[in-house]
């Protein structure tokens, strides 16, 4: 958020429809059927294809499917927070920064942020909120001298 202040750029938000059922599961994992489902073999253990919410792995998992999503663009992770990435040119900048499902975008080339939108919404579906206005339990409001933060 600082750096978009302080470069006068614009913070968009987008948000992940069912970040942790994206990816496919890279060790066996094996479960019970839930409460209230049926199966001609009531004892059995079943095995997971795919991620679940709950899992120990499922963040694991969806933030290795989000990171090679934006490595194939061009993104790099931040060495000092591997929830931010960045892509860089001479003329452009554009960062990236994820809290789970949650991601804000920021930086100088609105068509880069544009097309990364629509790249990330065609690998996962996103609902794009537009401008940040409340994320991780802060309030963001836009002012003339920068934004204000509440709770």
């Not at 079943?46 to 499917?65: D, F, P």
């Not at 999503?69 to 927070?81: F, I, Q, W």
């Not at 544009?114 to 609902?127: I, N, P, R, T, W």
């Amino acid at each position: 958020m600082v750096v978009a202040v302080k470069n006068h750029w614009s913070l968009h938000q987008l948000d992940v429809n069912n970040a942790f059922l994206h990816r496919d599961l890279h060790e066996d994992i094996c479960m019970k059927l839930p409460q209230g489902l049926t199966s001609s073999l009531p004892n059995a253990a079943y095995k997971l294809r795919k991620s679940l919410y709950g899992l120990k792995q499922a963040s694991r998992q969806w933030y290795a499917m989000l990171a090679e999503v934006l490595y194939s663009r061009g993104y790099k992770h931040s060495e000092n927070d591997y929830s931010i990435f960045h892509k860089k040119s001479s003329t452009s900048a554009v960062f990236v920064a994820v809290y789970v499902d949650d991601i804000l975008l920021t930086g100088n080339d609105d068509h880069e942020i544009a097309e990364l939108k629509a790249y990330l919404d065609s690998a996962f579906k996103v609902k794009d909120l537009g401008f940040v206005n409340y994320f991780l339990g802060l309030e963001v409001l836009s002012s003339s001298k920068g934004l204000i933060l509440t709770q």
